[in-house]
């Protein structure tokens, strides 16, 4: 089973970027595509932004459209989510998966924090 492990979260001032990245330790992510999600305290976990496989379409929610983007490199078995303008609502923890589009996500990461100052 393919292990993911995010990285590249932290402390942010509001209008700041941060990039984050989704790594697989152990297995590939051929074949498959990649999301991230995040969980804000006491609310459900929602999709953020979604990468096919060849990387050519990528899908977003919107709230975070014309402010993030999503991009893979097969290669290195990687992911990176780009966020710019952040904002106080950004803040949550974020995972990256792995799985289809659509459903299901097969593989989870451990999430890493994302805090956004106003």
């Known amino acids: 089973q393919v292990q993911l492990v995010e990285s590249g979260g932290g402390l942010v001032q509001a209008g700041g970027s941060l990039r984050l990245s989704c790594a697989a330790s152990?297995?590939?992510?051929?074949?498959?595509?990649m999301g991230w999600f995040r969980q804000a305290p006491g609310k459900e976990r929602e999709f953020v932004a979604a990468?096919?496989?060849?990387?050519?379409?990528?899908y977003y929610v919107d709230s975070v459209k014309g402010r993030f983007t999503g991009s893979r490199d097969n290669a290195k078995n990687t992911v990176y989510l780009q966020m710019n303008s952040l904002k106080p609502e950004d803040t949550a923890v974020y995972y990256c998966?792995?799985?289809?589009?659509?459903?299901?996500?097969?593989?989870w990461g451990q999430g890493t924090q994302v805090t956004v100052s106003s």
């Open positions: 998966a792995m799985g289809y589009y659509g459903g299901p996500w097969v593989s």
């Open positions: 152990e297995g590939t992510f051929s074949g498959f595509d």
């Open positions: 990468i096919t496989w060849g990387g050519d379409s990528a």
